[in-house]
């Protein structure tokens, strides 16, 4: 078995954990691989061996995210298409996404063991119509779509070709079950099991006393048109990552991501039992 090490050193603890990690690791007779960018890092453990991190997506039997939920997010983003496996070690403040804490690393001998479950991640895709043609960019969390300006926008959602609504608001959310709670959740929605498959569409600082968050079959098509002038027309975000600049009464697709991201669990009820500590506490 292989595993790789996706550290993110700019977390304060990230690089203690890492190395205990390669410990752990290698005293249950797991591979360890790290980027060769990391040789000062690792480079007196002589067990690691030092690769190209790009050749070994699709290769390596899981991939190892060090950090926060920003790491979780662009290791996730590196496998999409893949079977690899990811789990996360959170070494920063929050880590929602994590599957193990610093201080629950001997759970990592259970790899060698398969004593773990497979949490598959449904995805969703933005799709932008372009005259040389369609680009598709694809979420773990959400697609979020605001004025470029920051001011208050209007748009339309449809569902399948039928009219769900007008909206005049700050912007607007289409979030994954594994999404709901990152900015759906500081938006107002509701916390979803990310084993669930649905999409939920939540909107952001609504100028309306009744707006509510709505979760969509995850095999719609759901349509946004901007219907905002000028400047103030939105910008489309994937995973906070700016894609696109919306015009005038242009129309894009949201809908089912065309991957899956393949989360390991090693710690029974990981979801409920991160919901109750990090949710439900005041972060320290």
Do not use: W
Request: charged share 25%; proline share 2%; net charge negative.
């Amino acid at each position: 078995m292989k595993a790789v090490l996706y550290p993110n050193f700019q977390k304060k603890n990230a690089l203690c954990c890492a190395r205990q990690v390669c410990d752990v690791l290698h005293s249950a007779g797991i591979g360890v691989i790290v980027d060769r960018e990391y040789t000062k890092e690792f480079g007196d453990k002589k067990f690691v061996v030092f690769e190209d991190i790009t050749s070994l997506v699709g290769n390596a039997d899981i991939f190892i995210a060090i950090g926060g939920d920003g790491t979780i997010l662009r290791c996730a983003k590196l496998l999409m298409g893949t079977d690899t496996k990811l789990l996360g070690i959170n070494s920063g403040t929050l880590g929602f996404m994590a599957g193990l804490e610093a201080d629950q690393l001997d759970a990592l001998k259970k790899l060698k063991t398969g004593d773990y479950r497979i949490s598959r991640r449904m995805t969703v895709d933005v799709v932008i119509h372009g005259a040389d043609g369609d680009t598709v960019y694809t979420a773990l969390n959400e697609v979020s779509a605001r004025s470029a300006s920051f001011r208050i926008c209007d748009f339309d959602v449809a569902a399948d070709g039928y009219l769900i609504g007008k909206y005049r608001a700050d912007g607007i959310l289409f979030s994954t079950p594994s999404g709901s709670t990152a900015y759906a959740l500081s938006a107002g929605g509701p916390v979803i099991e990310p084993d669930l498959e649905c999409i939920e569409m939540n909107l952001i600082c609504p100028h309306s006393l009744f707006a509510r968050a709505t979760l969509f079959s995850a095999d719609r098509k759901l349509c946004l048109t901007d219907r905002t002038s000028g400047e103030n027309s939105l910008v489309l975000s994937a995973d906070g990552e700016l894609v696109h600049k919306m015009a005038e009464n242009e129309t894009v697709e949201i809908m089912r991501g065309r991957h899956t991201i393949s989360f390991v669990e090693i710690i029974d009820n990981a979801f409920h039992d991160s919901l109750c500590r990090k949710m439900c506490k005041p972060i320290k």
